[in-house]
């Protein structure tokens, strides 16, 4: 699958290849709901995908899983160290990182506006010092890199049949969405990790602060309160998800299925910890396999009807640039 998905994108140097598969494993292995609905995409768009989610993957895994031993300036300086080969990628200097050589292609091959991966490393290197978020308003200047920019980065990829700028928001909102619904899944582990996302004034209306979801992951014992600010997040994230819904139907008709698809996935995440009685802090609520599966059959369906009627690209997949290749020294 993976070779018949390069070639159909026009990718055809071996290295370049290499490193555009390396992108798939990662979305793979770690990316399960969003690897899913991205299978749903015409074949000659999911390399740029995985490049755009392994990039992400590789930056993200430098804040959250450092080697070991490392101090949180070992990982400022690697984290600088990405950002400054990005920079001299998205110049035309080689790079040695696979990640960063398939997302330069990527960002090359459909105009991905750069100040989007400069404000993602910037809220990349803030994960690094702060630890909690006073209010939504405050949450969402950091995920303004860490999400709205991912939905920004993809929306070329993906197209759309009306003005970009006008589907833009709804695509912002999108990636924004996706990570309030992982955050509220993952508080639990967060917390281990020494974060809270869920923004402070939120969780204080219901009474409830650092110590008593520390007391709660620590003892595995529930507290109404708690379950009762994760139903008001569930809520709010809801309300994101109702602020991106518009901007399915402005998609090319070939890419609805697979943005449909994961709308639908990760709401249903939101479905599972509300039916797990909001016990994120104590084990991780998943979808169902049946779910998940005929979901991923009804976008298929969608997919290939699509498909059947979508009209010829007006660029031939084989005109997509190729790196002009340089031998590191």
Same mark, same amino acid.
């Given at each position: 699958?993976?070779?018949?998905?390069?070639?159909?994108?026009?990718?055809?140097?071996? +290295?370049?290849?290499?490193?555009?598969?390396?992108?798939?494993?990662?979305?793979?292995?770690?990316?399960?709901?969003?690897?899913?609905?991205?299978?749903?995409?015409?074949?000659?768009? %999911?390399?740029?995908?995985?490049?755009?989610? #392994?990039?992400? +993957?590789?930056?993200?895994?430098?804040? $959250? $899983?450092?080697?070991? #031993? @490392? @101090?949180?300036?070992?990982?400022? +300086?690697?984290?600088?160290?990405?950002?400054?080969?990005?920079?001299?990628?998205?110049?035309?200097?080689? @790079?040695?990182?696979?990640?960063?050589?398939?997302?330069?292609?990527?960002?090359?091959?459909?105009?991905?506006?750069?100040?989007?991966?400069?404000?993602?490393?910037?809220?990349?290197?803030?994960?690094?010092?702060?630890?909690?978020?006073?209010?939504?308003?405050?949450?969402?200047?950091?995920?303004?890199? @860490?999400?709205?920019?991912?939905?920004?980065?993809?929306?070329?990829?993906? #197209?759309?049949?009306?003005?970009?700028?006008?589907?833009?928001?709804?695509?912002?909102?999108?990636?924004?969405?996706?990570?309030?619904?992982?955050?509220?899944?993952?508080?639990?582990?967060?917390?281990?990790?020494?974060?809270?996302?869920?923004?402070?004034?939120?969780?204080?209306?219901?009474?409830?602060?650092?110590?008593?979801?520390?007391?709660? %992951?620590?003892?595995?014992?529930?507290?109404? +309160?708690?379950?009762?600010? !994760?139903?008001?997040?569930?809520?709010?994230?809801? #309300?994101?998800? %109702?602020?991106?819904?518009?901007? !399915?139907?402005?998609?090319?008709?070939?890419?609805?299925?697979?943005?449909?698809?994961?709308?639908?996935?990760?709401?249903?995440?939101?479905?599972?910890? %509300?039916?797990?009685?909001?016990?994120?802090?104590?084990?991780?609520?998943?979808?169902?396999?049946?779910?998940?599966?005929?979901?991923?059959?009804?976008?298929?369906?969608?997919?290939?009807?699509?498909?059947?009627?979508?009209?010829?690209?007006?660029?031939?997949?084989?005109?997509?640039?190729?790196?002009?290749?340089?031998?590191?020294?």
């Amino acid at each position: 699958m993976t070779e018949r998905e390069l070639t159909a994108a026009g990718i055809t140097d071996p +290295r370049l290849r290499a490193d555009y598969a390396h992108c798939r494993r990662l979305n793979a292995r770690h990316g399960r709901t969003y690897f899913l609905a991205t299978r749903l995409l015409p074949a000659d768009r %999911r390399p740029a995908v995985h490049a755009l989610y #392994g990039f992400a +993957r590789h930056a993200d895994d430098l804040v $959250d $899983d450092p080697a070991t #031993g @490392s @101090s949180t300036a070992d990982c400022a +300086r690697a984290l600088s160290v990405l950002h400054r080969t990005l920079q001299d990628g998205l110049r035309g200097e080689p @790079s040695p990182e696979p990640v960063v050589r398939a997302v330069v292609h990527t960002a090359a091959a459909y105009g991905i506006d750069h100040a989007h991966f400069a404000d993602f490393l910037t809220s990349m290197r803030m994960d690094l010092v702060v630890t909690d978020y006073p209010t939504y308003a405050d949450l969402r200047s950091y995920m303004h890199g @860490s999400a709205a920019v991912i939905g920004l980065q993809i929306l070329p990829v993906l #197209g759309t049949v009306v003005p970009r700028q006008e589907a833009a928001p709804h695509a912002a909102a999108l990636g924004v969405a996706f990570q309030l619904t992982n955050f509220l899944r993952d508080v639990g582990e967060d917390l281990d990790r020494g974060r809270v996302y869920l923004p402070a004034d939120l969780l204080a209306a219901h009474g409830v602060d650092r110590a008593l979801l520390r007391w709660s %992951r620590d003892t595995g014992r529930p507290d109404p +309160r708690i379950a009762e600010a !994760l139903a008001a997040a569930a809520e709010l994230t809801r #309300g994101v998800y %109702r602020e991106a819904a518009p901007g !399915l139907a402005m998609l090319d008709p070939v890419s609805r299925p697979c943005m449909r698809t994961a709308f639908v996935l990760y709401g249903a995440i939101l479905d599972a910890v %509300r039916e797990d009685g909001y016990a994120v802090l104590h084990r991780r609520a998943v979808v169902s396999r049946r779910r998940r599966a005929a979901t991923a059959l009804g976008g298929l369906a969608r997919a290939v009807a699509a498909r059947l009627t979508a009209p010829p690209p007006a660029v031939p997949p084989e005109r997509m640039p190729q790196p002009a290749q340089k031998e590191s020294a």
